[in-house]
């Protein structure tokens, strides 16, 4: 089969990635064979190719955390009632700790599909039947394009920050697939949202989207901007995935008694913060990372209802798939980057 392969480990990623043959996959038991319609790409892709601390990777390999398509086959104890829908997944499987086994409430460590595990930048990929659903009539580049990024939004806000229709919310880095679904989540659920970004032609199409206010991020602190939106009064929740450079900034825009909610840290995790606010104003720090069944099923209810859709800034063939990578790396997209399978 085809497949989009990081030949070698490297930084940047893009001039590493190519088409090439792989080994069709073989579902083992419990598992469902998926002919690939679309795969989507993923700021994860990019740790992929440059490698991460603690995982020994092995090249070439392909990622793809996000992926639609028709079941083809599926392993034993598999309803075969499965066979030819089409379906995306929740790339994250739950993970026992052997060493702390009873951490609930807190959510389970997981394995990600096309981190961990090949994932769904080839012609098939397998998925636990478990990480599957089924998305009926759906366009497979949209259904591809939403798992991921709205499943991450969407534990981070109602989950995590319990966020309610009237909040404030400040979402960073407007342009990115996460920030992008955590605005059409708070368009829906009724919340008011400030973005900000450091290109204002992103702005203007957030503006375009609903955002209620921008900032334009120019490397200084833009916290006041914010206070000044809400009154002086700050914001409910703050929603970033940016991390070292603007925590700072996400920090003093909260109200007293707000949320931070962070799942990630594209410019680096080693921030800076400021302890005094952190208590004095009776702060929330709060990490988010994927979400399991139960939170993918109510926010695929709302996709497959029309209530949300994904942003996709463009679609690639199998064969310009490291122009995909090329503009992911160069943070240039608005929306997701899809790769056409069939």
């Known amino acids: 089969m085809k497949a989009l392969l990081v030949m070698r480990q490297g930084d940047p990623v893009a001039p590493n990635v190519e088409p090439g043959e792989a080994a069709d996959p073989v579902p083992a038991a419990g598992e469902v064979l998926v002919r690939t319609e679309a795969s989507a790409l993923n700021h994860l892709d990019l740790w992929v190719g440059r490698g991460l601390p603690g995982i ?55 394995s990600m599909i ?53 909040d404030s919310v400040l979402i960073t880095g407007i342009g990115g697939g996460v920030a992008l679904a ?23 199409r957030a503006r375009e989207l609903g955002a209620d206010e921008t900032i334009l991020d120019e490397g200084e602190d833009w916290s006041r901007a914010v206070r000044g939106a809400t009154g002086r009064r700050g914001v409910d929740v703050c929603v970033d995935s940016v991390g070292r450079a603007i925590h700072a900034s996400c920090v003093k825009s909260l109200r007293r008694g707000g949320t931070f909610v962070t799942c990630g840290c594209t410019t680096g995790p080693a921030a800076t913060t400021d302890l005094a606010r952190i208590f004095w104003s009776q702060l929330r720090l709060v990490g988010s990372t994927m979400g399991d069944m139960d939170e993918m099923r109510q926010v695929t209810s709302l996709f497959r209802a029309g209530h949300l859709r994904p942003v996709i800034d463009a679609v690639y063939d199998v064969a310009d798939g ?21």
């Not at 499987?93 to 009873?102: A, H, L, M, R, T």
């Not at 394009?145 to 499943?151: I, M, N, V, W, Y």
């Not at 955590?182 to 203007?204: D, M, P, Q, Y």
């Not at 490291?322 to 069939?342: D, H, S």
Request: aromatic letters at 6%; charged letters at 25%.
């Open 56 to 110: 020994d990777f092995t090249y070439p390999r392909w990622g793809g955390s996000d992926g639609c398509g028709r079941v083809e086959a599926v392993g034993t104890g598999v309803d075969e009632a499965w066979i030819g829908r089409r379906v995306i997944m929740n790339a994250a499987k739950p993970k026992p700790d052997p060493v702390q086994p009873d951490l609930a409430p807190a959510p389970p460590d997981v």
């Open 114 to 166: 096309g981190e961990h595990e090949l994932g769904a930048h080839a012609e098939r990929f397998v998925v636990p039947a478990a990480n599957v659903l089924d998305v009926g009539d759906a366009d497979p580049v949209e259904a591809a394009a939403f798992g991921l990024t709205h499943l991450t939004a969407w534990r981070m806000l109602v989950t995590r920050a319990g966020v309610r229709a009237g």
């Open 182 to 204: 955590a605005l059409g989540i708070c368009r829906h659920l009724g919340c008011r949202t400030i973005v900000t970004s450091r290109h204002a032609a992103k702005l203007e």
């Open 322 to 342: 490291r122009r995909a990578y090329e503009r992911l790396e160069a943070g240039e997209q608005f929306g997701k980057l899809v790769i056409r399978w069939t």
